[in-house]
């Protein structure tokens, strides 16, 4: 049981970083459009007409294409630092701390996934687009369909921090190599 836990949660972290790849060439491909739309404006008075639609798309689809590899990497939040403090001393409060902090979020990210369905499906059927007709369009349902797959992720990375808890104490204010030298 153990190994197909450790299989899965190396499938799920490929995932991962698979995602956070493609949100990555988003970024670079929304770089390029601002800078079209800035240059075809400026110096041939004809715009890119569509990009504040494309920038609020590809926005919501870089946050939840990273999203899955900032959890699996402990990049979710920037709070750990009554963690980082306690860990030493607490090691066993620390560690039933980390245990509560990612079932919620799995709760949380699980509710999410579950909300985002039902939208996705309708998206999928009605063919919903968003833009101004006859300028620029797009359909809605990459975008549900991205949330949905992200939040679904992200509950089974914190499900398996859960079931295979990290060993020993990592201070996350520290690059990995000197985190070795610390303990």
């Known amino acids: 049981m ?3 836990l450790r299989h899965i949660r190396a499938l799920a972290n490929g995932i991962a970083i698979s995602a956070n790849v493609v949100g990555t060439l988003v970024v ?7 800078n ?11 715009p890119f007409m569509g990009a504040v639609e494309v920038v609020q798309f590809s926005i ?13 990497v402990n ?15 607490f090691p066993g409060f620390t560690a039933f701390l980390r245990a509560a902090i990612n079932l919620l979020s799995a709760i949380f990210m699980g509710l999410v996934a579950v909300a985002i369905f039902p939208e996705f499906t309708e998206m999928w059927h009605t063919k919903d687009f968003f833009g101004v007709p006859g300028v ?19 509950t089974l990375l914190f499900a398996l921090k859960i079931a ?7 201070l996350t204010n520290l690059p990995e ?7």
């Open 75 to 89: 990049r979710l939040t920037a709070s750990d630092g009554f963690q980082n403090v306690i860990g030493y001393k």
């Open 177 to 183: 190599d000197e985190q070795d030298t610390a303990k």
């Open 36 to 46: 079209y739309d800035v240059i075809a404006h400026g110096f041939f008075n004809a």
């Open 60 to 72: 919501v689809l870089i946050v939840f294409l990273q999203l899955p590899d900032v959890v699996r």
């Open 28 to 34: 670079l491909s929304l770089v390029a459009i601002v």
């Open 164 to 170: 295979l808890p990290d060993k020993g104490l990592k």
């Open 136 to 154: 620029f369009t797009a359909p809605w349902w990459p975008v549900k369909l991205v949330i949905l797959l992200s939040a679904a992720l992200c």
């Open 2 to 4: 153990l190994q197909a």
